[in-house]
Nanobody, 125 residues
């Protein structure tokens, strides 16, 4: 069993920055890839980025590439999403997720077995 919990959401103005954190616990050795997804009101959940648990590999959605940066600290069982140059379209509930594999491409909800409950990010125009 793996548990995940997001934190760090809040409200910022356009152009601002925010860092989200995801705390992992349980049988984390089974995790190969960790990801962030987001879901805006009235829209489908979409992929944000994925990071390998064992290596430096990361892959981001085009919509956030160059603005968002993922990182992790395996010793602390933490994953982070640093968000810069935030835009109103970034407003969404952000979820962290974990699965058995890492793939350097767009990933989907089905690829991940473990999910946090989400944290709200609101960007004011």
């Amino acid at each position: 069993q793996v548990q995940l919990a997001e934190s760090g959401g809040g409200s910022v103005q356009t152009g601002g920055s925010l860092t989200l954190a995801c705390a992992l616990s349980g049988h984390t050795s089974s995790i190969g890839g960790m990801a962030w997804f987001r879901q805006a009101l009235g829209k489908e959940r979409e992929f944000v980025g994925v990071i390998s648990r064992s290596g430096p590999g990361t892959y981001y959605a085009d919509s956030v590439k160059g603005r968002f940066t993922m990182s992790r600290d395996n010793d602390k069982n933490m994953m982070y999403l640093q968000m810069n140059s935030l835009e109103p379209d970034d407003t969404a509930v952000y979820y962290c997720a974990a699965g058995r594999v890492y793939i350097a491409s767009t990933m989907y909800e089905n690829d991940f077995y473990y999910w946090g409950q989400g944290t709200q990010v609101t960007v004011s125009s």
